[in-house]
């Protein structure tokens, strides 16, 4: 996955949360696991390549600090 900048993560999930292609989440983030790759994230839509955290969250992949942000941005909805 191409490292995206904080910013840019909390960008794509601000965005995608008004569209309402990703909806906002209550769920706490659960600790951070190994991936075992090839599973899209989420949030950012990059493949989650093996060896790099990843969470599960609503059911849904994601590398570990776009599940952080999703958590903190959702937080400011609610």
């Given at each position: 996955m191409p490292?995206?900048?904080?910013?840019?993560?909390?960008r794509v999930v601000q965005?995608?949360?008004r569209k309402g292609t990703l909806s906002a989440?209550?769920?706490t983030t659960p600790p951070g696991r190994?991936?075992?790759?090839g599973t899209p994230c989420i949030v950012c839509g990059f493949t989650?390549?093996?060896?790099?955290n990843e969470c599960e969250v609503s059911g849904?992949?994601?590398h570990e600090r776009g599940a952080v942000i999703w958590?903190?941005?959702s937080d400011r909805l609610f």
């Amino acid at each position: 996955m191409p490292e995206l900048l904080e910013s840019d993560i909390r960008r794509v999930v601000q965005q995608r949360i008004r569209k309402g292609t990703l909806s906002a989440t209550i769920l706490t983030t659960p600790p951070g696991r190994r991936a075992t790759g090839g599973t899209p994230c989420i949030v950012c839509g990059f493949t989650i390549t093996a060896g790099r955290n990843e969470c599960e969250v609503s059911g849904f992949r994601v590398h570990e600090r776009g599940a952080v942000i999703w958590r903190e941005e959702s937080d400011r909805l609610f």
